[in-house]
């Protein structure tokens, strides 16, 4: 994508997904001349054993995910991801969930347009 230079727009977003159970889902799948800049990402586990959850990021839908977090949450617990990064273009933002797994999401970001 090249550098934008002209005018485009800059849109708070919020995808939830609730009871994610034993799936990959796509929390944001890019579109062309977007940037998207990923402000926190909340995972609550509703189930009474600790749960692995994987965080990856598919580089311009190539068919292979880089795990950017896996983390073990408890029984009950929250995670939250509050470090800012970018994707851009076609990237695909996923989350893993483990078989018996029963999670709720919560990803917010800004989506810039330069369509």
Do not use: R
Request: charged share 20%; aromatic share 6%; net charge negative.
């Amino acid at each position: 994508m090249a550098i934008p230079s002209g005018s485009g727009s800059e849109i708070l977003k919020v995808k939830i997904e609730d009871n994610v159970t034993n799936e990959t889902v796509i929390l944001i799948t890019g579109v062309a001349d977007h940037i998207y800049t990923i402000l926190s990402i909340i995972m609550h586990n509703n189930t009474a054993t600790t749960k692995n959850h994987a965080l990856k990021v598919e580089d311009d839908n190539n068919g292979t995910d880089s795990e950017i977090c896996n983390e073990n949450i408890d029984s009950w617990g929250t995670f939250i991801w509050n470090d800012k990064f970018v994707l851009s273009g076609t990237d695909q933002l996923k989350l893993t969930v483990p078989s018996g797994a029963d999670t709720n999401v919560v990803c917010s970001y800004i989506d810039q347009d330069w369509t």
